[in-house]
């Protein structure tokens, strides 16, 4: 079946939504623009691994105890793959399904900052873990470290639910790429990373890994937006397609959500198994379960937990301005520009 292009579905009087097979390349007139103020607002925030000195870390390594130093190990074993992970589901399934000039230069933006992640965590791994077989073991992770898997096989489900979809020609293919792009938003940049980020800011709350913490800094402003453009492209989806948001759909995303959170739970018993001072499970998986609810406000569904945030360091952070991030476009984000403000709820 032959693609109609923008402007002669223009001519025709044609319906052309956001998921229709094709690849349209006319930016003018730009039909979402506000995926291209996203990709405006990443490229003010960009970069580089260069301005984080993960050196100054080293003295806090050496003095921390066996529970910490265990908790550290599993984390970056976590982030060796994670954000490879992300890169791939990007380019096997979304980039193709996208059908605006404007997400797709967003997109091919985030897979640029993605790539800037994982050379983050390589530079990580190679400060922290001096050992060559040590770091091997970490990028093997998935395959060594069972909640690490867990976590993996949960990613490639879902990689794999969609991986075989050359376009969204019918409702069912279409809502296959909806939860692909939810679980990938909500679920492992929304709350997999999230659960890493703040396990990086309870050590920097005593003082610690302060080096580890600034560089987090900016993965988390970068994740936040990847978030923020997946939710605008369900909700321009929802505006053209609402048949798409049913009851199903909504039992799904739920389902999803409670999966993710009892995987990081896991890692979670793995990361704090010998008992990390001033950080327990319960309050670890009240904090996924918050994280949860707040994916799921963010959808229109209701929560499933009812969860408060019971971490208070993750409001005294030394970050660039987040408060209410979804609600507004991020102009503060800027090349080279500091500051100091809080979290609001959204984290």
């Not at 100054?56 to 921390?64: C, G, I, V």
Request: with cysteine; glycine share 4%; aromatic share 12%.
């Amino acid at each position: 079946m032959t693609t109609v292009p923008e402007s002669r579905a223009a001519s025709t009087g044609e319906r052309h939504m956001l998921l229709d097979p094709g690849m349209d390349l006319t930016l003018r007139p730009m039909r979402y623009p506000h995926f291209f103020d996203r990709f405006k607002d990443a490229i003010r925030n960009t970069w580089t691994v260069e301005e984080v000195d993960l050196h100054s870390d080293l003295a806090d390594l050496a003095r921390l105890s066996p529970a910490e130093q265990h908790l550290v190990s599993r984390l970056v074993a976590f982030f060796a793959t994670g954000d490879t992970i992300v890169a791939n589901n990007l380019v096997l399934n979304l980039y193709q399904h996208v059908n605006s000039p404007e997400g797709r230069l967003y997109l091919s933006r985030q897979l640029f900052e993605e790539a800037v992640h994982v050379q983050f965590y390589l530079n990580l791994l190679d400060t922290y873990v001096p050992d060559e077989k040590e770091r091997f073991a970490a990028f093997a992770a998935i395959e060594n470290i069972p909640s690490i898997r867990r976590k993996a096989e949960f990613c490639f489900r879902w990689i794999d639910s969609v991986f075989a979809l050359r376009e969204l020609r019918t409702r069912e293919d279409r809502r296959a790429f909806l939860l692909n792009l939810v679980c990938f938003a909500a679920c492992i940049e929304g709350l997999f990373f999230y659960g890493a980020f703040a396990y990086v800011y309870f050590l920097r709350s005593r003082g610690l890994l302060n080096g580890l913490a600034s560089g987090t800094n900016w993965v988390f402003r970068d994740e936040s937006m990847h978030m923020a453009f997946a939710f605008d492209v369900v909700e321009t989806v929802r505006r053209e397609e609402p048949d798409l948001f049913d009851d199903e759909m909504t039992r799904q995303v739920r389902e999803m959500l409670a999966e993710a959170v009892e995987c990081e739970a896991q890692f979670a018993e793995d990361l704090l198994e010998q008992g990390v001072s001033g950080l327990s499970l319960a309050e670890m998986r009240q904090y996924l379960q918050h994280v949860a609810d707040r994916r799921l406000a963010q959808l229109g569904i209701a929560p499933l937990y009812g969860s408060t945030n019971p971490f208070p360091f993750m409001d005294l952070q030394d970050v660039q301005e987040l408060s209410n991030f979804f609600e507004r476009r991020v102009s503060a984000y800027q090349v080279g520009v500091t500051g100091s403000v809080t979290f609001d709820d959204d984290f």
